[in-house]
């Protein structure tokens, strides 16, 4: 069981501090965090899903927040709507559709898929005229984003946290990656990948969030 105690304070704290600006992405959380859920709350966001979270990241929403200030811009609050489902709030994750994250995490994307498709990447040497050349790639680059984009291959993962740029950070639910947290740089052409510590050692939830409190407390010249 991670032990959450004094976590929430800590980050809180964070924004007190005049070096608050020296961590990345603080201008956009600016170390503030969601109420934390009720245990009924969770039960019923768990219920809607179809999963049982991981225990990490289970105890945070119950102890820490419901999202806010974290790695890089933040983790994305989670927050019920109106229609009764629950919804990850930012600008960059996708709409959650609770069938699919019940899927087993498949650990990136089909790579065989994506081999076949830049291998049809038109050139401009290949065509006589400019206009040809920008409507193949157009359509070939919407193929690319269909083969890249596809949501079987984030099932069973939550979006959890925009690092800019379109890189985004997952929580995998299920599956034998379940707990750890993988990185989506799918807009710079790269495959899913697991987050990994200075020493090379695989993240879970706890391990992702708090490295990063410990090194914002560093950055402000307020660590432990």
């Known amino acids: 069981m991670t032990d959450w105690t004094g976590v929430r304070e800590r980050v809180l704290a964070l924004a007190a501090g005049s070096s608050s600006d020296k961590v990345f ?26 999963i049982e979270l991981p225990e990490d990241y289970r105890s945070f ?5 419901a999202g806010g200030a974290g790695p890089a811009y933040g983790i994305f609050p989670v927050r019920r709507m109106d229609s009764g489902g629950w919804r990850w709030i ?12 019940a899927e087993l995490f498949p650990g990136g994307a089909d790579p065989e898929a994506a081999v076949e498709i830049l291998a049809e ?12 050349f920008e409507a193949a790639l157009e359509v070939w680059e919407e193929r690319l984003a269909d083969v890249q ?6 099932a069973g993962a939550l ?6 740029c379109g890189l985004t950070a997952r929580l995998v639910v299920t599956g034998s990656e379940r707990g750890r947290i993988w990185r989506d740089p799918r807009s710079d052409g790269k495959d899913l990948h697991p987050v990994r510590d200075a020493s090379g050692s695989l993240l879970d939830f706890a391990g ?9 407390e560093a950055a402000c010249g307020s660590d432990r």
């Open 25 to 50: 992405g603080s201008m956009g959380h600016g170390f503030v965090l969601d109420a934390p859920l009720a245990a009924a709350e969770v039960a019923d966001l768990e219920a809607w899903l179809g």
């Open 61 to 65: 929403l119950l102890h820490v927040g």
């Open 90 to 101: 930012g600008d960059a994750p996708e709409e959650v559709e609770p069938g699919m994250v």
């Open 121 to 132: 990447q038109p050139f401009m040497e290949d065509f006589d005229d400019l206009a040809d």
């Open 149 to 154: 984009y596809d949501p079987r291959f984030t």
């Open 159 to 164: 979006c959890l946290c925009d690092e800019g």
């Open 208 to 216: 992702w969030y708090l490295g990063w409190l410990t090194a914002a």
